[in-house]
């Protein structure tokens, strides 16, 4: 019953914004109410108010743009969604961090544009399979192809796998399947990992930490990780240790903090057994944070006693912020070329062969590395 109502009132909103369309009093190109507009104005969830936009875009009634809002569609053109050889892709995000993936939607959204098609884009919520699974289930009913970047931390979820199995366009970013073959693109790596681990090599750095989260199952941080430890294990004059961090939500300050405290621990301990570590290789950004200001409230300085690099990190305008060593994403090429990509299965270009591509990465220096210290 409680489902009933949600569908209701998600479809009461629709139609009433339906029926301003009809009457004019929307005009084609006017902008709608914002999913959080219609969360006040209706006093409803934001994913009843959601489900109400997306189901006026399978209508072909109004256009979404990731961050600039919903636009209302020629109504003269909806019984034809792609009319004047216009298409509709979708792209399906988890919630996007500032670290990576700012660029990435801001790029795909232009190159769509660019190519006469439309973007459909939803964000997962909470890190939700049911919420991935039924935004895939909406768009199926209007786009042409689908980009995907899966729930990170989690197991590739089955709608996605169904899309595989159908034959449907779809290319994920930043992940792939092991022994499925699917149309992908991510980040070479094992190139950037060994860049970056050459670098603190040079250094003079010969013991290094590496920092991954327990129980990761992103293919690409482990790719990160296994590339690390090659690398590290056939050089003769290298050694590593290993210090897991948690899956955390850093916007949660509380649970950063409790977090910390326990990080903190473990950091003590590895140092104690491991007195020769030198560097860190952290496999993400906000971990890398913790691990800078959990080293510093120990008494320690970065770069002076310890080195850090790790993957991806925002881009800064002056702010007063700590630049760290990183492995930078090429965000931009990842969106073009997950479009092209995506264009090509859905011209069958390339119908019955899946598109695999892996982009090149750059390593930026930071504040965080430096020559390895003296021995006291």
């Known amino acids: ?30 902008q709608i109410p914002t999913e959080n507009e219609l969360v006040k104005q209706f006093n409803v969830s934001r994913m009843t108010a959601r489900n109400a936009l997306d189901l006026l875009v399978s209508k072909h009634l109004i256009e979404r743009f990731p961050g600039r809002g919903s636009f209302v569609l020629n109504t003269e053109d909806t019984s034809n969604p792609t009319g004047n050889g216009s298409k509709t892709i979708g792209a399906i995000f988890p919630k996007i961090a500032p670290a990576f993936g700012v ?20 964000e997962t919520q909470n890190n939700s399979f049911a919420d991935e699974a039924r935004a895939i289930q909406r768009m199926r009913q209007s786009a042409q192809g689908i980009i995907v970047w899966p729930i990170p931390g989690k197991v590739i979820g089955n709608e ?13 970013l930043d992940r792939y399947i092991k022994d499925v073959n699917a149309s992908y693109i991510v980040t070479n790596n094992q190139t950037a990992t060994t860049q970056a681990l050459e670098y603190l090599v040079g250094l003079g750095h010969r013991h290094i930490c590496l920092v991954p989260k327990e129980n990761v199952t992103d293919t690409s941080i482990q790719d990160r990780l296994n ?17 897991l961090t948690k899956g955390i939500d850093y916007r949660d300050s509380v649970t950063v903090s409790k977090e910390k405290e326990k990080f903190k621990k473990n950091i003590k301990e590895t140092l104690a057994q491991q007195p ?21 409230e120990l008494g320690y300085r970065v770069p002076e006693d310890f080195s850090i690099v790790c993957y ?9 912020a700590i630049h760290y060593t990183h492995v930078q994403q090429n965000e931009a090429n990842i969106a073009k070329h997950a479009f092209s990509m ?16 892996l982009e090149a990465a750059d390593l930026v220096v930071g504040e965080t590395t430096g020559p390895v210290r003296k021995q006291k």
């Open 276 to 296: 020769d570590i030198t560097a860190f290789f952290v496999t993400e950004y906000y971990p890398a944070t913790l691990l800078y200001e959990s080293l510093v």
């Open 312 to 320: 991806d990190s925002p881009t800064f305008y002056g702010e007063n």
């Open 342 to 357: 995506l264009n090509r299965l859905i011209t069958g270009k390339d119908k019955n062969a899946a598109i695999q591509q």
């Open 160 to 172: 996605i796998l169904k899309l595989i199995i159908d034959d449907y366009p779809v290319v994920l």
């Open 1 to 30: 019953m409680e489902n009933d109502t949600k569908k209701t009132l998600y479809m009461q909103i629709a139609q009433q914004l339906e029926q301003q369309i009809a009457s004019n009093q929307l005009h084609p190109g006017d």
């Open 103 to 122: 660029e990435l939607l801001s790029e795909l959204s232009k190159t769509a544009d660019s190519n006469n098609f439309s973007l459909l884009y939803t």
């Open 227 to 243: 590339s690390a430890k090659r690398f590290l294990e056939t050089n003769a004059e290298t050694d590593w240790t290993m210090l």
